[in-house]
């Protein structure tokens, strides 16, 4: 998803009008994966060798003509097996939806996760003065969401609030509209923080930068 100068500065636009009703400091940040996940390769390369094996298997037993007469031999068989493999690792980088398939749901999140908190140290969204940071992590290649919320917005919110940002959010990026997924979501992230008491004091410092982070995993 290719974002113009435009959309950025209408996430940071949206951050700034968020922030002017609560001392919350949001940060917006998208990331094109979480992780390599190298196991995907080796997992559709097993699945594709294995898928072989059970059609060289099927045509060793009922073909009866000469032109695979290569695929007895255990030279023949194993090339055949090794070209399967190759294909199915072939298959995985360039279907990404397969390649997720591979990894599993439960590792992508984790991923996620993980990576959602790493960034949440890096882009220091803890260094604020009533530890009132919140991060909103778009995972791109895992269709992923996460909100992470420092410890003075937590104390005030609950958990199971940000479900409904999330979902807003991913609805959007199916779509394909990341800026304007990411204005309703950190919208909907400053009015909770309002309705949850967290206003802005009058001498409240604007202490994180309201542009957009985008971050890649391969150059860190």
Known sequence: MNLTDSDRNRIQAAVAEAESGTSGEIVACLMPSSDSYGISYLRSAIVFA??????????VRTYTGWGLVWLYSPLGFASFMLACGLVGAAVAAVWPGFRRLMIGG???RRMVRLQAY??????EV?????????LIFVSLFEHRVEVVADE????????????GVVEMLLRELRLGRVAQGFEQAVGACGKILKDAGVVRAPDDDDEL?????ERDRRKE
């Open 126 to 134: 803890f260094r604020t003065r009533e530890r009132t940071g919140i």
């Open 209 to 213: 930068a309201n542009n957009l982070r």
């Open 106 to 108: 439960p590792r992508l």
């Open 50 to 59: 294995l898928a072989g094996t059970i059609v060289a298997a099927i045509v």
């Open 118 to 123: 790493r960034t949440f140290v890096s882009e």
């Open 152 to 163: 003075g917005i937590n104390n005030v919110v609950d958990a199971d609030s940000w479900n």
